[in-house]
Structure formats: C-alpha cells, structure tokens
Nanobody, 115 residues
Framework: QVQLVESGGGLVRPGGSLRLSCAAS????????MDWYRQAPGKQRDLVAT???????MHADSVKGRFTISRDVAKNTVSLEMNSLNSEDTAVYYC?????????WGQGTQVTVSS
C-alpha cells in the first residue's frame, strides 16, 4: 500500500519561506517521477515542480527561481523549498508519485501567504 504524507505547510508572511516534505511509505526509486501540485480555491490543480528518478527537475514558470524540488532516497522523501512567497502561492499543495501502473496522491498541506 503506497502512502504519501505531506507536511510543512502553514501561515507565512509575504517574502517568507517554507519547506514542504512528502514522505513515501515505499522506496521512492519505485516511482519514475514525483511531482508537487497546488490548488488554490476555485482554481484547477496545477503542476508546480517535478523530479525524475534520475534527478532531473522541472519547475513551473510561476515558481522558477523561487522554488526548488529535491529528493532524498535514504529518507524516501521529496521536498519543495519555497522562497520569496507571495499571496499567489496560497494553495493546498499536493505530492504525487507515478509508477508504471498508476498515480498516487497525498492528502495535501495548506500554505497560506498573508500579512
């Protein structure tokens, strides 16, 4: 049974930083990619960043230069370092993992950027 558990969300002031973590219940090398998505109220769920098994990364234009995705195989964790946060980053952030057969989603963690 694959489980993904996100953590690290919270309330932060504009310009602040947060680090989100996604802990997997299995070896993350079993996934050929892992992603962070976000969904703001009333909006669709958008891809924020992705990291492949080989470590190749991609970041959405809206977060490029501010967010960094990384993976720690020893801890079975994928992280999202978020800097220079602004109100448009307010959303529920979800972790997704993809293996040969299906996608797996975490339950999400709320990030609120407000003064």
């Amino acid at each position: 049974q694959v489980q993904l558990v996100e953590s690290g969300g919270g309330l932060v002031r504009p310009g602040g930083s947060l680090r989100l973590s996604c802990a997997a219940s299995v070896n993350i090398d079993s996934f050929y990619r892992m992603d962070w998505y976000r969904q703001a109220p009333g909006k669709q769920r958008d891809l924020v960043a992705t990291i492949s098994r080989s470590g190749n990364t991609m970041h959405a234009d809206s977060v490029k230069g501010r967010f960094t995705i990384s993976r720690d195989v020893a801890k079975n964790t994928v992280s999202l370092e978020m800097n220079s946060l602004n109100s448009e980053d307010t959303a529920v952030y979800y972790c997704k993992a993809k293996d040969t057969w299906r996608d797996y989603w975490g339950q999400g963690t709320q990030v609120t950027v407000s003064s």
